[in-house]
């Protein structure tokens, strides 16, 4: 790699790892599988670097790394192994309760199937478009529609709400 991609992929890595981790974390439920999603996604960003869109491809990409990544991750037989004398890390409850709400959120994902939760993350936190989410997951736009509103629907279930009919606008402050 040439000195000028090696500081722009610097630059794209500094700027691109918090997110790509939160979305991982969402989609995985664990810090640490987060943590390596997120540096297994940017190892293969790296390696396809010289074949990338610079412009408009290197979100879209990373997303996908990291999807694909988590996805992979969920397959092996000693990811699926739980460890149950550790206990759970929670943060203080805050007076506005966001803590909480984001907690009730995170662990609601955690009870989607893979590809809601998938759908769900990227559309309303990564805040992707339906074409990019789609693009991302290598599956149809329709696919993407389906599996998002199924996705919701269940969130709904699991967290009482039934009045949400629509997503959230304040999503972002939820989920970030």
């Not at 599988?33 to 074949?51: G, I, N, P, S, T």
């Amino acid at each position: 790699m040439r000195r000028r991609d090696e500081v722009d992929f610097t630059e794209f890595a500094t700027a691109a790892v918090h997110r790509l981790r939160r979305t991982a974390y969402l989609m995985c439920g664990d810090w640490h599988r987060a943590e390596d999603a997120a540096q297994d996604a940017l190892v293969r960003v790296y390696k396809a670097w010289h074949r990338l869109d610079h412009r408009a491809g290197l979100n879209t990409y990373a997303h996908k790394a990291v999807v694909s990544v988590v996805l992979d991750q969920a397959k092996r037989p000693w990811r699926r192994e739980h460890v149950v004398d550790q206990p759970v890390e929670r943060p203080l409850a805050d007076q506005a309760g966001t803590i909480d709400d984001r907690l009730l959120v995170i662990e609601a994902l955690a009870e989607l199937p893979p590809r809601q939760r998938a759908c769900v993350v990227l559309r309303y936190y990564a805040d992707l478009s339906l074409e990019e989410t789609a693009s991302v997951l290598g599956i149809g736009v329709g696919t993407v529609k389906s599996q998002s509103s199924r996705g919701l629907a269940t969130l709904r279930e699991v967290l009482n709400r039934p009045e949400l009919e629509e997503p959230l606008d304040d999503r972002e402050e939820v989920l970030s």
